[in-house]
């Protein structure tokens, strides 16, 4: 899995809707790319914290969502 394959995969697996393979593959990712388990970790402790504080279900709208996803994904090209 690469930086990309993780970005695509991310919300899915912190809802916990992810094959066995996938989150598998995540993990290891992230157990070697120190850009991803900082952005894994940062999103975690954000929706523990939206949790925390009452709001139990957020969905960002789906353009918002795109745009948030495109510059990760470009940042991401640009460091490489």
Same mark, same amino acid.
């Given at each position: 899995?690469?930086?990309?394959?993780?970005?695509?995969? #991310?919300?899915? +697996? #912190?809802?916990?809707? =992810?094959?066995?393979?996938?989150?598998? @593959? =995540?993990?290891?990712?992230?157990?070697?790319?120190?850009?991803?388990? =900082?952005? +894994?970790?940062?999103?975690?402790?954000? #929706?523990?914290?939206?949790?925390?504080?009452?709001?139990?279900? +957020?969905?960002?709208?789906?353009?918002?969502?795109?745009? #948030? +996803?495109?510059?990760?994904? @470009?940042?991401?090209? @640009?460091?490489?």
């Amino acid at each position: 899995m690469d930086c990309r394959q993780f970005l695509e995969e #991310l919300s899915n +697996y #912190l809802d916990g809707e =992810v094959t066995t393979g996938i989150r598998e @593959a =995540v993990q290891e990712h992230i157990a070697f790319c120190h850009k991803c388990e =900082v952005i +894994y970790n940062s999103t975690r402790r954000t #929706l523990e914290i939206i949790t925390d504080c009452g709001q139990q279900t +957020y969905v960002l709208p789906e353009d918002v969502s795109q745009r #948030l +996803y495109a510059r990760l994904r @470009a940042r991401f090209k @640009a460091s490489a």
